[in-house]
């Protein structure tokens, strides 16, 4: 019996794919990661995603949870075969309380969708990782995805209240819920949450809203250099200013993404600072000049806009950078270290001098507040030289964010391209018990196979 008819006794035949091209790939197919699937599934139901796993327990295939694929990890790349469990027909709002600041959502709502019935209600979702029109909540949660506005607000995982998952051999299970606190028993919610796909399938979340800050003002200022940039970052945090985001992009990212900034970029800036002022009117009138304030010493010229259509063309420029970028060379290599602040310029300058190291024009831009670079390499997807040095870059910005007292991953989790790299930040005992958390969860170890691994 081929594998299809077979799943057509697990799953109603119309969830079952033909085509699995468009599911074996995420955003590092330019760096040449694609995999193969046996089959790909689309479940409508929590309990036809149970069944699935179960049918996968008892007959030893692996089974790949995929949201939007939108990660830059390769997380849902079906590498090794398997089943491809796609949450995309997984979409439906279960319950929407505005009035509560609260939703309940399936795993394959887009971000973009709960962010625009909150907008639309008085409410935030503040989470906002590029791609949220094709990124879905399930995926995010998986990756505990940030953000611009994370520097204020947290990453996703912090607007979580309650999961619904499936996890093996395909029991469903529910922790947390419409509930603002919940202390009893071990943080399970916050195991799953980053997770990717290793340990239970997210089939369902409650989100916790907050009402829109009545007006929000960017501020943009240019600079000559990284150190008079990162200055300019200190000087914010330390003058105690609340920004919701303080990101910056290095003069390599400049040269890339300025010819479609709003207005004429100075022609000596190689930095730049953009930071975000919410709140009440009044409020962030008053933090917008407090940030002017504190962003102008040494800067070259500062963009701050106050007019909707303005703001709006400044945060979707902000959001083509990444395309930008890779648009100089058809590819890239990038990475999402996360270093302490008062590291960020040596992980900036290091960025470089790695890229020279080994041949490749190098950038990074990034959420500056939270210490979390795209540190990137420029290279030709078809360039095969170019790609391995890139990939042998990568490993030396890893070991440079673990010596600056950082984090190989900030955003877009360890999946397969940062497999075994765990133990480079972790103790063995850490490590140890990162493995033994894992096969609590999947004893057979068929859940996402290879993902995340410690070492
Ligand atoms: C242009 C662009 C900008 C981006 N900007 C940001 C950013 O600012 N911040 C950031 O953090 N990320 C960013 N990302 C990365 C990406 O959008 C996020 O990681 C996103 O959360 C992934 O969601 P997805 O639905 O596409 O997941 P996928 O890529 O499909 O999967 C990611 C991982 O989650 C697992 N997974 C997916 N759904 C589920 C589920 N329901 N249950 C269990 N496991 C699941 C997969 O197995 C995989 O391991 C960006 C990506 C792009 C393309």
Redesign the pocket.
Known sequence: MTLARELASVVPEESIVEAAAPYVA??TEGRGVKGRADAVVLPSTTAEVARLLTWCYDHDIPL??????????G??VPLDGGIVLG?ERLARVRAFDPLLWRISVE??VT?GTVRRLARENGLVFPP????GE???I???????????H?FKYG??GAWVTGLE?VVPPGDVVTVGGPIRKDVAGYDLKSLLIG????L????AAWLRLVPAPEAAFPVAAFYRDAADGCAAIERVLGTGLLVAALEYLDGATLDAAARSFPVERPRDAAFLVLADADGSAVEAERLRHEIIDALAERSLAVHAPTEPGAIAELWRWR?GV??AVTAQLGGKVSE?IVVPVDRLREAIDGTLEIGARHGLPACSWG?AGDGNLHSTFLVSPVDEDGLARATDAAGELFELAVRLGGSISG???V?WMKRGRLAQQWSPRAVALHDEIKRIFDPKGLL?PG??AAV
């Open positions: 995420d955003q790949i949870p995929r949201g939007g694929g939108t990660g830059y990890a997380g849902a949450l795993a394959g971000t906002d990782p590029g791609a094709q990124s879905q399930g995926g995010n949660i998986a990756t505990n995805a940030g953000g611009p994370a990453t996703t998952a997770s990717e796909g290793t239970g399938i997210i089939t959001e990444s395309i999402d959420h955003e877009h989790g999946g996402n993902k995340k």
